[in-house]
């Protein structure tokens, strides 16, 4: 991960919490069986939708190039609907109508990156991100929460890892970083009302938590227009939304 620039130093008391996160890996007896009962919703949901096309996924590289003169280099960091779920191509996805959003605004080039993986949490992307090299882009998206809400990660240790991603992300460079809420839990049709309604709940409550860290670093947060299915259709509803707030970044 590149070293490049300097964290904001008002994220000092954010990184105070941050660094306890190694605790927090042991999850307290408390939150045993929320976290029993979240990791059981998980392989419920992914059971009953294996077959569905909302668990396919782009095929080649993760990468959307639109032609043009001093291309704007864009990040996507994130789990499943930042994958591309339920497309073949990233032009179809996120990446792609975010790419064409932004070469049309600026009639400028585009290359979005993706780095994601379907069943990510923020825990395990924060573990893993100096495997991804962050120097050279312009703004990076976060896009993550959906598997967390599924698997109802505990309050704290979603604020650890939020934390933690967005001090590491704003420390790395000079883009400029976005965070996105959580995607609409109506995509759990297939599972019963009562896991809907608390795997709705947990993704509010995430986004909650996500509001507060994005508030107090200066982060701007992306709220996502729900949606009941992972369609190009959505795709081009979030990456306008995502794009518009890229575009306020890059031209402040």
Same mark, same amino acid.
């Given at each position: 991960?590149?070293?490049?620039?300097?964290?904001?130093?008002?994220?000092?008391?954010?990184?105070?919490?941050?660094?306890?996160?190694?605790?927090?890996?042991?999850?307290?007896?408390?939150?045993?069986?929320?976290?029993?009962?979240?990791?059981?919703? &998980?392989?419920?949901?992914?059971?009953?939708? #294996?077959?569905?096309?909302? &668990?396919?996924?782009?095929?080649?590289?993760?990468?959307?190039?639109?032609?043009?003169?001093?291309?704007?280099?864009?990040?996507? =960091?994130?789990?499943?609907?930042?994958?591309?779920?339920?497309?073949?191509?990233?032009?179809?996805?996120?990446?792609?109508?975010?790419?064409?959003?932004?070469?049309?605004?600026?009639?400028?080039?585009?290359?979005?990156?993706?780095?994601?993986?379907?069943?990510?949490?923020?825990?395990?992307?924060?573990?893993?991100?100096?495997?991804?090299?962050?120097?050279?882009?312009?703004? =990076?998206?976060?896009?993550?929460?959906?598997?967390?809400?599924?698997?109802?990660?505990?309050?704290?240790? &979603?604020?650890?890892?939020?934390?933690?991603?967005?001090?590491?992300?704003?420390?790395?460079?000079?883009?400029?970083?976005?965070?996105?809420?959580?995607?609409?839990? #109506?995509?759990?049709?297939?599972?019963?009302?009562?896991?809907?309604?608390?795997?709705?709940?947990?993704?509010?409550?995430?986004? =909650?938590?996500?509001?507060?860290?994005?508030?107090?670093?200066?982060?701007?947060?992306?709220?996502?227009?729900?949606?009941?299915?992972?369609?190009?259709?959505?795709?081009?509803?979030?990456?306008?939304? =995502?794009?518009?707030?890229?575009?306020?970044?890059?031209?402040?």
């Amino acid at each position: 991960m590149s070293s490049q620039g300097h964290a904001d130093p008002t994220l000092s008391v954010l990184a105070e919490g941050s660094a306890t996160r190694g605790h927090e890996d042991r999850v307290p007896l408390r939150e045993l069986p929320h976290t029993a009962l979240g990791a059981l919703l &998980w392989r419920l949901f992914r059971a009953r939708t #294996q077959q569905e096309r909302e &668990w396919l996924y782009p095929v080649g590289p993760p990468v959307v190039r639109i032609e043009g003169v001093d291309p704007v280099r864009i990040l996507i =960091i994130g789990d499943g609907p930042a994958a591309g779920c339920g497309v073949l191509i990233h032009e179809l996805g996120v990446a792609g109508f975010l790419a064409r959003h932004v070469a049309e605004c600026l009639q400028r080039g585009v290359v979005v990156t993706v780095r994601a993986q379907p069943a990510a949490s923020a825990r395990s992307t924060l573990k893993h991100l100096d495997d991804t090299d962050l120097a050279g882009y312009d703004s =990076i998206v976060l896009m993550l929460a959906t598997t967390d809400a599924f698997c109802l990660t505990p309050r704290r240790r &979603w604020r650890s890892s939020m934390t933690g991603l967005v001090l590491a992300l704003k420390g790395a460079g000079r883009a400029s970083v976005l965070v996105t809420g959580a995607a609409s839990m #109506q995509l759990t049709e297939s599972l019963s009302p009562f896991a809907r309604r608390l795997t709705g709940n947990h993704a509010r409550m995430l986004n =909650i938590e996500t509001s507060m860290v994005c508030a107090f670093s200066g982060t701007p947060m992306i709220s996502l227009d729900p949606a009941s299915d992972l369609t190009p259709s959505t795709y081009a509803k979030w990456g306008r939304r =995502i794009g518009k707030h890229v575009l306020d970044a890059l031209l402040r």
